[in-house]
């Protein structure tokens, strides 16, 4: 009877243990997720501004030809 309340005492530590494990990856891959979508933000940004600087060139070369 002792043996098997150990035994039982063992497996929900385990199982706890497991579970904390999973909650622990699934935060971490959340991280990821967000550094991800933030380098995309930042990366659209970066090309946004250069495509607006293309267009301000475009239109003062288009003014001085004129």
């Known amino acids: 009877m002792i043996t098997h309340q150990n035994g039982n005492k063992i497996m929900m530590n385990q199982l706890l243990h497991e579970d904390l494990a999973r909650a622990q990856m699934a935060a971490r891959l959340g991280e990821a997720q967000q550094l991800r979508r933030g ?25 001085r030809a004129i």
Not at 52 to 59: G, H, I, K, L, V
């Open 39 to 63: 380098r995309q933000q930042a990366a659209a940004r970066r090309l946004s501004r250069k495509a607006e600087q293309a267009a301000r060139q475009a239109r003062l070369a288009l003014a």
